[in-house]
């Protein structure tokens, strides 16, 4: 292998160990598992290590597998939140306040089948 590929393949290996290690680890706060016990809405807190509020995230997954994919909704400063599943496929998020930065309407479960609609209630928004 010519030095010129071995120099390319390094860099590669040094940019993805840069983005995983710059990666702020998370932990998990709930899990909420629908009606049906087939997904579970998963209540994640990000660790930013920064002096700026704590972002919290919503995902879907399959029923007791790891949160994965992108988030349904994401925020900080969230006070009283509750997920409330209407149905098999039909999610309710509500929260007293939050400062939302992504909300999906409707979400496809990572290695699944299942479309999940997905409502919002936010009593106070903060801008």
């Known amino acids: ?30 899990r909420s598992p629908n009606l049906s016990r087939t997904i579970d809405a998963v209540t994640v807190e990000r660790d930013t290590e920064a002096t700026v509020a704590t972002p919290t995230e919503i995902y879907l997954s399959l029923h007791n597998h790891k949160a994965s994919g992108s988030p349904v909704f994401r925020a900080d400063k969230v006070e009283g939140l509750q997920l409330q599943w209407l149905s098999p496929t039909r999610l309710l998020i509500r929260a007293q306040a939050a400062r939302v930065f992504l909300r999906e309407s409707s979400c496809r479960v990572t290695d699944s089948s299942f479309d999940v609609g997905v409502k919002y209630e936010i009593a106070h928004p903060i801008p």
């Not at 590929?5 to 590669?12: A, S, V």
Request: glycine share 6%; charged share 15%; with cysteine.
């Open 1 to 30: 292998m010519s030095l010129m590929k071995w120099k390319g393949q390094i860099f590669t290996l040094g940019a993805l160990m840069t983005l995983v290690a710059c990666s702020p680890p998370s932990h998990e706060l709930d």
